[in-house]
């Protein structure tokens, strides 16, 4: 069996594959490195959602990459130009020739006498096993199953006698005009699809188990736009980005010192933009805003379908599935053609390979994180997790540097091996997200935990992580670099020290 050799593996070739593909090529020149992708085309979340209205709901400012200017009139941009601009990124710089495509990873095992990661893949439909051996393994594969969306088992569901579709799997052609539509969810995907499928269905219904905090915004930024009528695209796009940076910082801190004047900011703004009279209690939720993602509303969409009749919202437990639609615990029906579950994603963490040091296999849920994106006693592996409070690039950019400065320190020192070792006793592990969002409960007993102070503990905090990943010192005291057949990994002590 033939074993292709490299420096680095990236699994996944999504925002954070493509952005790992620039830094290597423009930090680590010297490297060798592929990107798997277990998909048929780059792009991640923006090549698998095909529903309408497929859009960001984080500007692409902050979305888009920080040595990339996005150069769009639209700001909130829509799913297919998102692939085009990620297209033309990894095509530029010459990314794309180091994607192999219809390679889904399956197991990972790491020998500390070579210092090397056996990687083993499937490839294509035939799943013919391939076999790679990597210095670092970087894993940049989401937080999210892409086979399966996440559906609730209604009771009935087999009664309906129309079509039943999750978002994440939307059928090619879906004939959704002058038909009635109920979409079940109130997060991103339902606050899209309504005012969109409300543009040519006889009407759309958001059905909700509770609310969700929403705010508007226009869909193109004026300052952006403005400010590249006479500046450099690099330069307008520059200052852009950290003028959306530190407002969105700005907004999270209030939410965290004054979550009730906060609120109420937020619930008077969508007040003005429904109609006179109409029941907030649709749109007042019971925990803080930021307790759970907030949804974005471009150019006041949703509400706009709300006003002139073709959408409404409806909040209230569904009882079970009928043959004409939806029965509600309170006796209320409602009738459909059409009911779409957009009802959430499943998580899973690093695409759910299998992991191995040394012989042992790794349980993620008995790791501590260091610096959020490595593994408390697993050498040589990274991982890119976006923010949950702000753009998945922000975090993903930092990432792949700090990656980049590890392999460059590694080199610079004679070492092969960058373990985070924890042998603090005053780390307590703690959770390693605070949402209270269902699809992020589901999933915490999978999850590893952070540490309660740095640098195991989890920021969601751009200014902090650049200090941290981009300027922060790499020989931290617990991140130590041994050389290959030195000594063998064992993170399990070291779990037990954080307990």
Known sequence: MTIETL???????????????????????????????????????????????????????????????????????????????????????????????????????????????????????????????????????????????????????????????????????????????????????????????????????????????????PSEDKIANGLRKFLPSRIAYGITRWKNVLFGMYFYNKTRTNPEGVNQFVLGKVKELLPAGYDMTHFTPSYNVWDQRLCLVPDDDLFGAIKNGSADVVTGQIDRFTKKGIRLKDGQELEADIIVTATGLNVQLLSGVQFSVDGAPVELAKTITYKAMMFSGVPNLATSFGYTNASWTLKADLTCMYVARLLNHMDRTGTQIATPVLDDPEVRAEPWLSFSSGYVQRALATLPRQGSKRPWRVHQNYALDMLDLKFGKVEDGAMRFTKAGATKSAPEPMLEAAE
């Open 7 to 217: 420096d680095v593996l990236v699994v996944g070739a999504g925002i954070s594959g493509i952005d790992a593909g620039y830094h290597l090529r423009t930090y680590c020149p010297g490297k060798t490195y592929a990107i798997l992708e277990g998909r048929d085309d780059l792009g991640g979340t923006w090549d698998l959602f095909r529903y309408p209205g497929i859009r960001s709901d984080s500007d692409m400012h902050t979305l888009g990459f920080s040595f990339r200017p996005w150069k769009e009139a639209k700001a909130i941009a829509d799913g297919p130009s998102i692939k085009k601009y990620l297209r033309d990124t990894a095509r530029d710089y010459g990314i794309d020739k180091h994607i192999r495509y219809q390679h889904r990873v399956v197991r990972a095992a790491w020998d500390s006498q070579t210092a090397r990661w056996t990687v083993e893949a499937e490839r294509g439909p035939e799943r013919e096993p391939v076999t790679f051996s990597a210095r670092f393994l970087f894993m940049c594969s989401g937080y999210y199953r892409y086979d399966e969306g996440f559906t609730p088992a209604f009771e009935g569901r087999d009664d309906f006698e129309g079509q039943i579709v999750h978002p994440q799997h939307w059928p090619e052609n879906l004939d959704y005009k002058g038909k009635r539509v109920i979409v079940i969810g109130s997060g991103a995907t339902a606050v899209t699809l309504v005012p969109e499928m409300a543009k040519e269905a006889a009407q759309v219904t958001m059905l909700q188990r509770s609310p969700t905090y929403m705010v508007s915004r």
